[in-house]
């Protein structure tokens, strides 16, 4: 086992969870045309999530429920978001295209997972060609702290008996992968994948104004303008298929 670590967020780091989502935004327009009694269009739904993303929210689905939907519509809502992600949401979840092999590239290294993740996630792992590859799977779940607290970062570093020197963090958020694992001591890698490299292409209807809607307004807004310098990424990439050269040129300097 090499001493050098990388350790790797799960969503749209390893995993697109565009298709995930998409259902949880379609459960709530199912929901507010419930209540209201009448269908609530689903390009109005992108327009507030757009506009709220850009004026700074994060949680943007929750935000819209809280102000559309009763408190007892709310709280059924959410409940029913719940049970998807743990049970039938995890058909929405598939590997990005050529994860498995780029993993696969890098096993001359240990690897690992920090990320907020149901406690069931591992299970899908054969499914997606990761089975066997992670030493070290630090959930917010299994452990009880939540990105972007450094305590889950300091957690994987303690199991995996590794200097926080010697560990590279590779995930799709500033906020919640890149400074944590900075403040922690590891170095960070931005994971932005293009939209075109995730794997989800739908050939029209509801699903493709969501793609576009994302195309516009990125769920996660990585502006790096502002940040010291030790907050700042250590390297980026927008295709898988550039990581081993980018950790390779990194672990050199």
């Given at each position: 086992m090499?001493?050098?670590w990388l350790f790797f967020d799960i969503g749209d780091t390893l995993v697109n969870e565009d298709r995930l989502r998409f259902q949880i935004y379609k459960s709530l327009q199912k929901a507010i045309g419930a209540e209201s009694?009448?269908?609530?269009p689903f390009q109005e739904l992108l327009a507030l999530r757009e506009k709220r993303l850009l004026d700074?929210?994060?949680g943007v689905h929750y935000g819209i429920a809280r102000e559309l939907l009763s408190p007892a519509g709310y709280d059924a809502w959410v409940e029913g978001v719940a049970h998807f992600v743990r049970n039938a949401g995890q058909s929405e979840l598939h590997p990005i295209p050529g994860a498995a092999c780029i993993l696969r590239q890098l096993s001359g290294y240990s690897l690992g997972i920090i990320a907020d993740q149901p406690a069931h996630l591992p299970n899908q792992f054969p499914a997606w060609g990761f089975d066997g590859v992670f030493s070290i799977v630090a959930l917010d779940s299994l452990t009880g702290f939540h990105k972007p607290d450094t305590r889950l970062f300091e957690w994987a570093l303690s199991r995996a008996n590794c200097n926080a020197a010697n560990a590279v963090m590779v995930g799709n958020r500033l906020e919640a992968d890149?400074?944590?694992a900075k403040r922690s001591g590891m170095r960070a890698i931005l994971c932005e994948i293009?939209?075109?490299?995730?794997?989800?292409?739908?050939p029209g209807g509801d699903e493709l104004l969501y793609l576009q809607s994302l195309a516009r307004v990125p769920n996660w807004r990585n502006n790096a303008t502002g940040l010291g310098a030790g907050d700042r990424p250590d390297?980026?990439?927008t295709r898988l298929s550039e990581l081993p050269a980018v950790v390779?040129?990194?672990l050199a300097e």
């Open positions: 090499s001493d050098v009694g009448h269908e609530f700074g929210e994060l890149v400074i944590p293009e939209l075109s490299a995730k794997g989800w292409y739908p390297g980026v990439v390779e040129e990194l």
